[in-house]
């Protein structure tokens, strides 16, 4: 972006402090100050006043809060520089990112292939919303390079993946997916949320857009919405104008100010949480009560590889599964004092859910019976989705080990 300083030499963990960062002309803040102003003066002539003729985004002035604004754009110039990006694009939620994604890339006629488990949303937003629209919508095990081959047709514009994967924690190998979509011609898009920058870059590996909710780690406080697409300039510029725009689905600049504050500690935090994710998930699996767990970075993992190659810290999601699951539940609701029975993840405080597989493909995979069989084999008949948060880890063992008691 031209509006940052040439700070492409910085390490990541740098640019979660300094990425974008433009200096207050005016006071001289070193902290990026919010402008909640939804208009800003213009010079007659100058600026878009339709979003199709909106032009280079450095160069266009604040004209409308739903189109550009400082502290939103000051959001996009952190994220971009985080994800190694040409430009980003803040929408309202994760959620509106992804729907962002999928109305601007497809239309009438053309074909997406979605990883057959992702976040509920995306995947009901894809099975519901598109085929009424006239995409063709197939879910495909995209650990499965062999199935993507098979999944491709000429007229596939798009492969969206998410790795990890909410709620199983099934990794994707990006540098594949990419290398096999984009010989058929179709761009790749992957939720990066349970993953976030620190863990992975998917641009480097050759992926075309990645999304986050900036909701989860990225805010990491649980005290705002939002959700950013980063990638190539012409992408994200096609994204700004079509979703961004007309869509309206605009980040708020309060949220956009919470959330570059949690950046600031993102590394730290992800960090931390990592280290005590994988002590809960080492005293989870030698728990009797535990059947099996799920975590990047226990050696059991069934993608240890993938893990090693494609994650620098394993995050802070764990799955897992226990006998009795809707018993369990009600148990660990009742008495959990340290991590909280809701949904939702990536907070400053440990989040725990059940997700039950029935339920699942009832409402949101609806699979077909091999790749439902595949599921179960995988996920059983659900678990535990455990979000780490940043309280001291032998506090939350205890607290787990208290409420998973008879
Ligand atoms: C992986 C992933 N992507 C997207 C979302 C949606 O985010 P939001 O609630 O910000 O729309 C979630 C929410 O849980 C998620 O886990």
């Known amino acids: 972006m031209d509006d940052r300083p040439p700070t492409a030499a910085w390490r990541p963990q740098t640019m979660a402090l300094d990425g974008g960062l433009v200096i207050d002309p005016v006071t001289g803040a070193i902290q990026p100050n919010i402008s909640m102003s939804v208009n800003n003066l213009v010079v007659p002539g100058e600026g878009a006043f339709s979003a199709a003729e909106l032009g280079d985004i450095a160069a266009e002035p604040f004209t409308y809060a739903r189109w550009l604004n400082p502290t939103v754009r000051g959001l996009e110039a952190r994220m971009a520089a985080l994800e190694g990006a040409e430009d980003a694009v803040a929408f309202a939620t994760g959620v509106a990112a992804i729907a962002g994604v999928f109305l601007t890339l497809l239309k009438a006629g053309d074909h997406l292939v979605i990883a057959d488990v992702t976040y509920a949303g995306a995947a009901e937003l894809a099975r519901t919303i598109l085929p009424d629209l006239g995409i063709d919508v197939t879910p495909v095990n995209l650990s499965d390079p062999g199935a993507l081959e098979a999944a491709l047709r000429p007229n596939t514009r798009l492969v969206h993946c998410e790795s990890p994967a909410n709620p199983i924690l099934r990794l994707t190998d ?194 077909t019976p091999s790749q439902e069989a595949a599921y179960r084999a995988y996920a059983g008949d659900g678990g535990f989705r455990l979000s780490v948060g940043l309280e001291a880890a032998e506090d939350l063992i205890a607290d787990l080990d208290q409420a998973l008691a008879d």
């Open 174 to 367: 990006l540098a594949e997916v990419a290398r096999i979509a984009h010989a058929h011609g179709a761009l790749v898009s992957v939720d990066s949320t349970l993953a976030t920058p620190v863990a992975t870059r998917p641009l480097a590996l050759g992926v075309d857009l990645v999304i986050h909710s900036l909701t989860k780690f990225i805010n990491g406080h649980g005290d705002a919405l939002g959700g950013i697409v980063a990638g190539r300039r012409d992408l994200v510029a096609r994204l700004r104008g079509r979703a961004g725009v007309y869509l309206g689905a605009a980040l708020p600049a309060m949220n956009a100010w919470l959330i570059l504050r949690g950046i600031d500690t993102l590394f730290p935090r992800m960090r931390q949480i990592s280290e005590t994710a994988g002590r809960v998930a080492a005293f989870l699996e030698g728990h009797p009560k535990v059947e099996r767990v799920i975590h990047p970075g226990l050696p059991s993992h069934p993608q240890r590889d993938l893990v090693q190659r494609q994650m620098d810290l394993p995050g802070g999601m764990i799955f897992f599964q226990t006998r009795d699951l809707r018993a369990t539940a009600a148990r660990i609701a009742a008495r959990l004092k340290v991590a909280h029975y809701a949904f939702s993840l990536g907070h400053q405080r440990s989040i725990i859910v059940l997700l039950e597989t029935d339920e699942m493909m009832r409402g949101t995979y609806r699979l």
